[in-house]
């Protein structure tokens, strides 16, 4: 029995998996994408789609620049259900506090000649009519952008089928060793490479990878045009973002193409249900409610909940896995994936060609945490 | 015999009996279309008892109210999606 080639294996069909098989068919790999399930329907599908910059480290405000910048670029190509909306990001200063670190993220932002712009009470005012008064100003960040993810995730495995890729959903990949991927139908696929794209389920398949499940909570509001018009985020996000093991929740409130209103977020480590907490829920409500006094008065149509793959650092595992040879690791964004989808696959296609990189590869190769446990 | 309150539907003054529900003064208003669907759809009451959310309207300034379910009272101010 003969044993179908492929040159490259990409598991998962999420916005990661999407972005490296298109990006490797482009470079004329040969590609096949495994998924149980259908394109975009895990974190991608769970997550706000917020296209954004992220200058919590050298090494992630790097890879969320070349992200944005990509994602800019082929927003004319992008198909009308994938919503890009051009709303820019306003980081919301509530204290003294948060203020000195808008004045930091101006320096930052200002040192590596990206736009940016520090609005005081009155403009923040202007801009979102229904922030609570007195908050002390904002970070505007006019490049950031809101998309649909699944529906981008779809399109790109379509430009990839369009340069020879072929998609398997339905079946998973059950075991790889180098140079075989071994399905659950029983089939076989040989190849020079595998790229593991599967969020969450990397941990699951690879033990000692350093991954955890991080649930978020999120819930969706009825068309309410103009209710806000930028991707709002409290400015203490990043310190609970990144900062914390305990369950946290911060304001981020975005607005739909629809005129829908989405409201997030909450993460738990350790919660196993993929279910609806409702006092979870009603945290998060109550938190954005404390910066969008008008909440309240909005209908609620849906909540759902997703897993980010967190890792320790709060950075990405992108390059080759120290254990087995040809095998990849494109998994582990966290709550940043949508984003850095495009930057990632930028550096798996680096890493299989050797052509020269333009991000660094150092920060991160799944090699800086070899010998560390998973669960520390 | 009920008494008879004024409401204004899409700024048209309508007199109903007391108790009447929205979706059904909006009726007799001579309304078919309460709202528009994402895609730009005519919409209008089906379940009668708030659950398919079609017959939603704009009440006193408040978007997305099931009209089905909310009574009307005198100087209410209802908005259909075509007015």
């Known amino acids: 029995m ?52 992220i200058d919590d480290s050298p090494a992630q ?29 306003l980081w919301l200063a509530a204290d003294e506090d948060e203020l000195d670190e808008v004045r930091r993220k101006e320096e930052r932002f200002r040192a590596a000649g990206v736009a940016a712009e520090v609005l005081d009470t009155r403009q923040l005012a202007a801009a979102e009519p229904n922030l609570r008064a007195g908050l002390l100003g904002a970070f505007f960040i006019p490049d950031d952008r809101v998309i ?3 529906c981008a995730a779809r399109w790109m495995i379509e430009e990839a089928q369009r340069h020879g890729t072929q998609l398997r959903t339905g079946v998973s990949a059950i075991e790889v060793t180098g140079k075989e ?52 985020l409290e400015l203490g996000y990043i310190k609970k973002a990144h900062g914390t093991d305990t ?3 911060s304001c981020v409130v975005h607005p739909r193409r629809t005129g829908q209103v989405l409201v997030g977020s909450s993460r738990q480590f350790d919660a196993e249900s993929k279910d609806v907490d409702p006092r ?7 938190r954005a409610t404390e910066f969008l006094p008008g909440l309240t008065r909005l209908s609620g149509i849906r909540a759902w909940t997703g897993f980010r793959a967190a890792t320790p650092d709060g950075l990405p595992l992108i390059g080759p896995y120290p254990e087995l040879p040809g095998l990849y690791l494109a998994t582990g964004h966290e709550g940043h994936g949508i984003t ?37 | 015999m009920p008494e008879t309150i004024r409401i204004k539907v899409n700024g048209v003054a309508v007199d109903v009996p007391e108790h009447t529900n929205v979706a059904a003064a909006v009726t007799r208003a001579g309304h078919v279309h309460f709202r528009r669907s994402v895609t730009g759809q005519p919409r209008g009451p089906l379940c009668g008892m708030g659950i398919c959310f079609e017959c939603r309207v704009t009440i006193d300034g408040q978007p997305h109210r099931r009209s089905c379910q909310v009574l009307c009272r005198p100087g209410m101010e209802i908005q259909t999606d075509d007015a």
């Open chain 1, 247 to 249: 369950d946290s929740v």
């Open chain 1, 61 to 89: 405000f790097a890879l969320t620049q070349n992200s944005r910048q990509q994602w800019n670029d082929l927003a004319p190509e992008l198909p009308d259900d994938c919503e890009f909306v051009k709303c820019g990001t």
């Open chain 1, 280 to 286: 979870m829920l009603a945290r998060v409500v109550a």
């Open chain 1, 2 to 53: 003969s044993v179908p080639t492929c040159q490259v294996a990409v598991l998962g069909a999420g916005i990661v998996g999407a972005a490296c098989a298109r990006a490797l068919a482009q470079a004329d790999f040969q590609v096949v994408i495994i998924d149980p399930n259908p394109i975009g329907s895990g974190a991608t599908a769970a997550g706000m789609g917020h296209i954004l910059l």
């Open chain 1, 340 to 376: 850095t989808s495009l930057g990632t696959a930028e550096l798996i296609v680096d890493h299989l060609t050797g052509r020269t990189p333009r991000l660094p590869l150092e920060p991160y190769l799944p090699a800086r945490f070899s010998g560390v446990p998973a669960h520390a």
């Open chain 1, 181 to 232: 991927v071994r399905l659950s139908d029983g089939s076989r696929i040989s190849v020079e490479f595998t790229v593991h794209a599967t969020g969450c389920g990397t941990a699951k398949m690879l033990p000692g990878v350093p991954i955890r499940p991080r649930k978020g909570h999120l819930i969706i509001t009825d068309r309410y045009p103009g209710f806000v018009r930028h991707a709002l």
């Open chain 1, 148 to 150: 649909y993810p699944p």
